[in-house]
């Protein structure tokens, strides 16, 4: 077993020390049930499978059709997982729905991805999918290995163990001057406002850095987001409203694209008396933005501190007396798993009873070999 630390090891660490001790040092985990879908997990197999490098230079519309079955076919493996566990063979109608339409927004996204895909693709071509990396972290002054010796490390090897840093890169791609990108989707409810929040960003920062310490070129890092959702066709109103066949609501889940096509085929006298120009102008300049592309680049410089800051952060983390305390705040509290044996440390309760009976030992997940994007119990 190596010793390794992850982004989501580091954000825990300095999220809350007592939260991290339990669940990296001590392998808790709070007993997890499976979910009928596990949607961001799903979705990023079908991306891997568009752009899987071996079937690159095939005809896209197949691989298109491949990524789709793929998704449908996790997402069913998913569901019967989650039906193995709960000993059911269907599931509630209410929750056979969500899952149903959740299904339907991951297709819908796939083929809204697709149509404007290889546009953004055209200077770059993918060379490999979920890539698990691992690199020693070393003292960059004086160019030592750090080594830890806990308990644990010790039991491994008596020498202790050499500390890596390692994470899973979701795709690495080319461009056209040989140069090496990091690819990240991500699937949002919400696309984020401004890049600013990627500028300091760990993962962000220290993905390139590791493959930069692997001898590779890396010219940065594609943050792809991706709105969960999709455009539809516009609402076909009731009877006709101020001369429009289709609703000019501004709300509608639907993109200037999908509109111009609808009423123009559709209402076409109504288009070409201007009717719906308003609304084709909003969707033009401030209708939803179904997806967007970060390019974030650092110079060797900024990952040099990348580098060094993760040395001292690491070297912190394997201190033998290092002092455990909470750092409790509002936002963290409510969606922490350990909040019922925190209150009883807090309280001078027999909070090893509590974790005993609502947690597991569990191995790490990168031990268990799980997708990046699956949970890991509320670290
Ligand atoms: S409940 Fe708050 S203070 Fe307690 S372990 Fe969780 S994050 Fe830390």
Redesign the pocket.
């Known amino acids: 077993v190596p010793h390794e630390i992850h982004t989501s090891e580091r954000r825990s660490f300095r999220g809350?020390r007592?939260?991290w001790n339990w669940i990296f040092r001590e392998n808790w985990y709070p007993f997890l049930t499976a979910k009928p879908l596990e949607f961001g997990v799903a979705f990023h197999e079908a991306m891997e499978v568009y752009y899987n490098p071996e079937t690159w230079s095939w005809d896209r519309e197949v691989i298109q059709d491949l990524a789709i079955l793929c998704f449908e076919q996790k997402c069913q493996l998913q569901k019967q997982k989650y039906l193995v566990q709960k000993e059911d063979s269907v599931l509630d109608t209410e929750v056979e729905e969500d899952y149903a339409e959740r299904v339907a927004l991951g297709i819908g996204m796939l083929n809204h991805y697709f149509t404007f895909s290889p546009t953004l693709d055209k200077n770059f071509k993918p060379v490999k999918t979920e890539i698990s990396f691992r690199v020693p972290i070393k003292n960059p002054v004086t160019g030592e290995t750090l080594i830890c010796k806990c308990k644990t490390c010790l039991e491994e090897n008596p020498e202790g163990q050499i500390v890596y840093y390692a994470g899973r890169i979701d795709c690495l791609v080319e461009d056209l001057d040989g140069w090496y990108w990091i690819v990240d989707w991500k699937t949002a409810t919400q696309l984020s406002q401004t890049q600013e929040f990627l500028d300091l960003d760990d993962q962000v920062g220290s993905y390139p850095w590791a493959l930069r310490e692997l001898g590779l070129r890396i010219r940065g890092f594609l943050y792809v987001e991706l709105r969960k959702g999709f455009p539809k066709p516009p609402k076909e109103n009731v009877n006709r409203r101020l001369g429009c066949l289709f609703s000019v609501a501004k709300n509608q889940e639907t993109d200037y694209a999908t509109f111009l096509k609808t009423v123009s085929e559709q209402d076409k006298e109504a288009y070409e008396e201007g009717l719906y120009d308003a609304m084709l102008t909003f969707l033009q300049n401030d209708g939803i933005k179904y997806h967007q592309r970060f390019e974030v680049h650092k110079s060797d410089y900024q990952l040099d501190q990348i580098g060094y800051n993760l040395f001292l952060e690491a070297k912190e983390m394997l201190q033998e007396d290092l002092p455990i305390y909470?750092?409790?705040g509002r936002f963290?509290?409510n969606f922490?798993a350990?909040?019922q044996p925190?209150l009883g440390v807090n309280s001078g309760e027999d909070y090893i009873y509590t974790l005993e009976t609502l947690f597991e030992r569990r191995k790490h997940y990168y031990v268990r070999d799980e997708a990046s994007t699956e949970s890991k119990g509320g670290e």
């Open positions: 809350c007592r939260r909470p750092s409790p963290a509290c922490c350990f909040r925190c």
